[in-house]
């Protein structure tokens, strides 16, 4: 029995596990398995030209993905610094009432 090859036109074999899928699943396992999802969205040609030349060889979409996370974590690291200094100015208050 002749093994299945893919000529150099034809579209390779998308899989998942051992099953072919169309481009629409594999895409969607891969998502999963990454936890990933893929959007639209309208950015600024600045924007875009910042990041494409930033990335050098690896993805902008990557950079951009990064960017988005460190903007999420300094959000936190801002409400948890608000938090803290608003509980120690609550307990200087306190300590100079007693």
Same mark, same amino acid.
């Not at 029995?1 to 099953?19: F, Q």
């Not at 893929?38 to 990335?55: C, E, N, T, Y």
């Not at 990064?66 to 200087?92: G, I, K, N």
């Given at each position: *029995? =002749? #093994?299945?090859?893919?000529?150099? $036109?034809?579209?390779?074999?998308?899989?998942? &596990?051992?099953?072919?899928?169309? %481009?629409?699943?594999?895409?969607?396992?891969? &998502?999963?398995?990454? &936890? $990933?999802? @893929?959007? #639209?969205?309208?950015?600024?040609?600045? /924007?875009?030209?910042?990041? =494409?030349?930033?990335? &050098?060889?690896? #993805?902008?979409? $990557?950079?951009?993905? @990064?960017?988005?996370? !460190?903007? *999420?974590?300094?959000?936190? *690291?801002?409400? $948890?610094? %608000?938090? /803290?200094? !608003?509980?120690?100015?609550? #307990?200087?208050?306190?300590?100079?009432?007693?």
């Amino acid at each position: *029995m =002749k #093994s299945k090859t893919s000529s150099p $036109t034809s579209e390779p074999r998308l899989r998942v &596990g051992l099953k072919d899928v169309s %481009r629409e699943e594999f895409a969607a396992a891969v &998502g999963d398995r990454l &936890g $990933t999802e @893929q959007v #639209s969205i309208r950015l600024d040609a600045s /924007v875009i030209a910042f990041f =494409k030349a930033k990335a &050098g060889k690896q #993805s902008y979409e $990557t950079l951009i993905n @990064q960017a988005l996370h !460190r903007a *999420m974590d300094d959000e936190h *690291m801002e409400d $948890t610094l %608000r938090r /803290v200094v !608003r509980e120690e100015l609550a #307990s200087h208050r306190d300590d100079r009432r007693d």
